[in-house]
């Protein structure tokens, strides 16, 4: 993918579900980057869940 800047991107994907109980949560995050940092996909998508509270309850039960 070539950004605005005309340069090359790298896109990857992060699919994944979340199990506590009987709730069941499937997620998929995409990243576009110029360079993507494989040691940053979990704490990134474990911040992204926090932020948007759908999550909340799920992890913290």
């Known amino acids: 993918m070539i950004g605005e ?3 090359n991107s790298e896109i990857g994907w992060f699919v994944r579900w979340v199990e506590k109980d009987d709730k069941f949560f499937p997620f998929a995050y995409n990243i576009c980057e110029d360079k993507i940092n494989l040691a940053q996909r979990i704490p990134r ?10 999550m909340t309850e799920v992890l913290h039960d």
């Open 5 to 7: 800047d005309g340069k």
């Open 45 to 54: 998508v474990k911040e992204l869940l926090f932020q948007s509270h759908v």
